[in-house]
Nanobody, 121 residues
Framework: QVQLVESGGGLVQAGGSLRLSCTASGRTFSRYVMGWFRQAPGKQRELVARITSGGSTNYADSVKARFAISRDSAKNTVYLQMNSLKPEDTAVYYC???????????????WGQGTQVTVSS
């Protein structure tokens, strides 16, 4: 069992930055693929970025060159650094863990409670 707790969301002006953190319980954190998803009102949940246990990363086209995902296994934490934020980045952001490298939410076994990110224009 893995429990995930996100933090770091908030309100920011367009062009600003935020860093989200997700801390996991359990000793097997390092084995999991960790993903950051987001869901805006009326839209499907989508993968923003993921990082494998080996550190390989993958990003949605809409956030490439602006967002960066990283993980610190010693702290059981995964981060999402978000720069040059746009109003369309406004959403609830979720941290999730999967035992396989996948994009779709249904393949992720564990989820955090979500943290709101609001970008004003």
């Amino acid at each position: 069992q893995v429990q995930l707790v996100e933090s770091g969301g908030g309100l920011v002006q367009a062009g600003g930055s935020l860093r989200l953190s997700c801390t996991a319980s359990g000793r097997t954190f390092s084995r999991y693929v960790m993903g950051w998803f987001r869901q805006a009102p009326g839209k499907q949940r989508e993968l923003v970025a993921r990082i494998t246990s080996g550190g390989s990363t993958n990003y949605a086209d809409s956030v490439k060159a602006r967002f960066a995902i990283s993980r610190d296994s010693a702290k059981n934490t995964v981060y999402l650094q978000m720069n040059s934020l746009k109003p369309e980045d406004t959403a609830v952001y979720y941290c999730a863990a999967s035992s396989i490298v996948e994009t779709m939410p249904r393949f992720y076994d564990y989820w955090g409670q979500g943290t709101q990110v609001t970008v004003s224009s």
